[in-house]
């Protein structure tokens, strides 16, 4: 990766600084030195180099809280006035703002639905509260060294309430703090909590775009490549035809019902064989993947890492520590899995779990903008701060960011898949349709930067995939199954299973 504190780059944001303080001054009217006051507080970190230890420049990762002060000129104003005071009062003006704020929040009862279209205070006006609430605290945190006397429900009540702009510096503060909000790790930790609040992220709008447009490329990627399409019809078949016995086969063959889109025979002899297919399968699948991710290729294993760990016990997973993912060829060539529309879009969410883990240690191959970046401090505090399965009930464990994202991913290019290879011809080995409540998870990831949790259904899986972004090309482009071979396969899925 690019490193950052480049000579040229360091110069650049130390005259940024200078910038953003005239501009506070000029457009959002801080007087006097209250310009200087706020950046030094709050967006500033030292010099990289030892020998200006006394000069600052502008912290990269606060650009979006920054910007956002121009459209929040009241926020600006209460910030000025919150830094000169001291640690006692700070936290007194922070739990004066919770209190305002939930005074305001809609209450769900049906008695109280009637009294509330009546009040004067609009969405905007608490919106407001939250915004100042989210960069009070953020400043409250960077200022302390250590946090003492803060209660972890103001901690919480910071997190759930942060706009897509501020949540990602601010859980990059919260991150050495979430043993004393949640609880240790390897004791006794509130994972219902943490699975709760985690719920409730907002990921950067930019962010959003950006994965929207990664997850068509990569749809398009596997779709246009002809080789890699054959092959995956070629064993979808024998997904399907591995369950009969041989003389079955051998009849339907010779009758060419088992014969592809193509007029070809299947031509996978035995599992062997058809190990062999899904290791090219999933290798050009990684490289289509990481190349569109902008990282070095994901090591693949085929073994598990723990050789007392049962073969049927997972179909593939990302390791954290170890960086690479395994896949388990036992468990995913059985048909009730799903076909090889949900084969592909299991390896596709395990990758993106890499993608995620490259984000939050900055080791993609180029710099990342700010939204980008914004959501690697997200995705490094829930990898930190991970809400098993096993422990916290299926929706919450689905909201977390990173499940979020990597379940739109994968189940969007799922469903491509799944379109491609029946609008090809193919017939067997696809699966079920992406089910109504996957297809929410595709549409809701629009909404993640406003609406973490979106509880009002779809109506149909046309508004959910538009949502999706399916394949958001120009009327006119060629289809993909209609596209000349690109790369055939080179010679390396996970079974996500809503537990990965």
Known sequence: MRCLDTNEDVEQRESARTALVASLKQFVGLEGDSADRVVNSLFVRQHPDGRYA?????????????????????????????????????????????????????????????????????????????????????????????????????????????????????????????????????????????????????????????????????????????????????????????????????????????????????????????????????????????????????PLLFEPRDRSTSKDEVGGEYSLETRDIYLNFDRVLRQELGGTPRLIGTLVHEITHAYQHALALGTTKHRVPPGVRDAGAIFDFNAANYAPAAVVALYPYRRQPMERHAHYVGYTVQRNLELALRARGAKRGLGDPLSEDRMMIVSAWTLSSTEPNPINPLESERDAMSRGAIFPRQPDTIPPWQRSANQPPSGQVTDEDDSS
């Open 54 to 298: 006394k000069t600052t420049i502008l912290d990269a990762g606060m650009l979006r809280v920054a910007a956002a002060l121009f459209d929040h000129q009241e926020t600006a104003s209460r910030l000025a006035t919150f830094i000169k005071l001291g640690v006692e009062e700070r936290l007194t003006e922070l739990l004066k703002l919770r209190e305002q704020i939930a005074a305001l929040e809609p209450d769900p009862s049906p008695e109280q639905s009637l009294a509330q279209t009546n009040v004067a205070t609009s969405s905007a006006d608490l919106a407001k509260l939250k915004h100042a609430f989210s960069v009070l605290l953020l400043a409250h945190l960077r200022l302390v060294r250590t946090i003492s006397k803060e209660k972890p429900e103001m901690l919480r009540a910071g997190l759930r309430v942060a706009d897509a702009g501020t949540i990602g510096p601010l859980l990059a503060q919260l991150k050495p703090y979430a043993d004393t909000i949640y609880g240790p790790a390897a004791g006794k930790r509130d994972f219902t909590a943490l699975a709760t609040d985690l719920a409730t992220v907002r990921m950067p709008e930019e962010f959003i775009r950006d994965s929207q447009i990664k997850t068509a490329n990569i749809s398009e990627d596997i779709t246009g490549d002809r080789s890699l399409m054959d092959a995956l019809e070629n064993l979808a078949c024998y997904m399907v035809a591995r369950d009969w016995t041989d003389e079955m086969r051998k009849g339907l063959l010779k009758n060419g019902e088992l014969n592809l889109s193509n007029g070809k025979p299947m031509g996978i002899r035995d599992d062997e064989h058809a190990k062999d297919i899904l290791r090219s399968i999933v290798s050009r699948v990684n490289e289509i993947a990481c190349g569109e991710y902008d990282m070095h290729l994901v």
